[in-house]
């Protein structure tokens, strides 16, 4: 098992860099608090109003609106674990997300590719996915392999699936693999478990995650919340992460966006929490802003390096293992 070096430690030797006081994380906190319980999401599966309603959320289901009480938030923020076990199809990639330990790997999800070997610009295929999940398994600076390039020579509905079969026969790490409706997430977690070995033993070593986005502002589409329950239900992690973009889909203000965003994660892990009582998830984030003269997502600008420093914040003011996207 693979433990890397401690990082964030709040320590004072040397030079130290404070972006976020304690009462500034309270204060994003509280107005989270604040949305969920007197605005609500807009959550678009019957299942999920079902889970929440259950639950003791407010449901008002002419309008598909729940409100989440205060206490059902943090009750869920308690029991989620504290530390997330994802493991490799080698033992010996299995890494552990617990406080203070960073680890890396790529991020996508690239849709357009330069061909190592023509030069030609052209679009990414399965075969591109195969060849950067073995470039990725070789370098030992990457802990596990997220989406890199997009499979577009597959038919779109069954793109997971394909995106699952073709990385994990090309890496022992551990692959963490989004879907967009339940039926993909029941037959990824048949698909790991084939390869695992058994139900049973995919859950002692959970060689896949999910991974599925709340879609801003405030909204859990049924493509989002499916996965969220089968992923929970099985006892596998999953990683819930908002996009949102400051001055388009969110509060052009940071602070605004950072609560929307809070929101819509925290809602995700209500869900999960509801769902299964300690299932294993993280906080994830790809919020940045949108570049308003070309209205186009800004990746790489400071304020999404504030947003991911915030977010990161959060998550461990949560005790919560966090999953954030460079720039």
């Known amino acids: 098992m693979k433990r890397?070096?401690?990082?964030?430690?709040?320590?004072?030797?040397?030079c130290s860099i404070q972006l976020f006081s304690d009462e500034d994380l309270e204060?994003?906190?509280?107005?989270?608090?604040?949305?969920?319980?007197?605005?609500?999401?807009?959550?678009?599966?019957?299942?999920a109003v079902e889970i929440y309603d259950g639950g003791?959320?407010?449901?008002?289901?002419?309008?598909?609106i729940v409100k989440i009480p205060a206490h059902i938030v943090e009750d869920a923020i308690s029991s989620s674990p504290k530390k997330v076990f994802l493991a490799g199809r080698d033992p010996k990639h299995d890494i552990v997300l617990e406080n203070g330990r960073v680890n890396f790997c790529p991020f996508g999800e690239g849709v357009m590719v330069i061909d190592p070997f023509t030069g030609e610009y052209r679009q990414s295929t399965k075969k591109d996915k195969g060849d950067v999940a073995r470039l990725v398994d070789a370098l030992?600076?990457?802990?596990?392999?997220?989406?890199?390039?997009?499979?577009?020579?597959?038919?779109?509905?069954?793109?997971?699936?394909h995106n699952y079969e073709v990385t994990v026969a090309n890496t022992t790490k551990h692959v963490p693999q989004p879907c967009h409706d339940k039926r993909s997430a029941e037959l990824l977690i048949e698909m790991a478990a084939a390869v695992a070995g058994g139900k049973e033993k995919l859950k002692d070593r959970p060689i896949v995650s999910g991974c599925t986005c709340p879609q801003s502002p405030l909204t859990i589409s049924e493509g989002c919340a499916d996965p969220i329950i089968a992923y929970a239900r099985a006892n596998l992690p999953q990683n819930i992460?908002?996009?949102?973009?400051?001055?388009?889909?969110?509060?052009?203000t940071l602070a605004g966006t950072l609560v929307t965003h809070n929101a819509e994660v925290l809602g995700g892990i209500v869900l999960a929490q509801l769902a299964r009582r300690g299932a294993p998830v993280m906080y994830g984030s790809s919020t940045s802003m949108i570049d308003l003269k070309l209205t186009t997502a800004s990746v790489g600008c400071p304020e999404l390096g504030l947003i991911s420093a915030a977010v990161a914040k959060l998550a461990q003011m949560y005790l919560l293992p966090s999953y954030v996207a460079g720039t």
Request: net charge negative; charged share 25%.
């Open 27 to 47: 204060m994003i906190h509280d107005a989270t608090l604040e949305v969920l319980e007197y605005t609500g999401l807009y959550v678009q599966s019957e299942e």
């Open 56 to 64: 003791g959320c407010t449901v008002d289901r002419e309008n598909s």
């Open 4 to 14: 890397n070096r401690i990082a964030g430690r709040n320590s004072f030797i040397g």
């Open 140 to 161: 030992d600076q990457y802990d596990m392999l997220e989406n890199t390039v997009a499979p577009r020579d597959v038919h779109p509905e069954l793109e997971s699936l």
């Open 241 to 252: 992460l908002s996009m949102a973009l400051a001055g388009a889909t969110s509060p052009v």
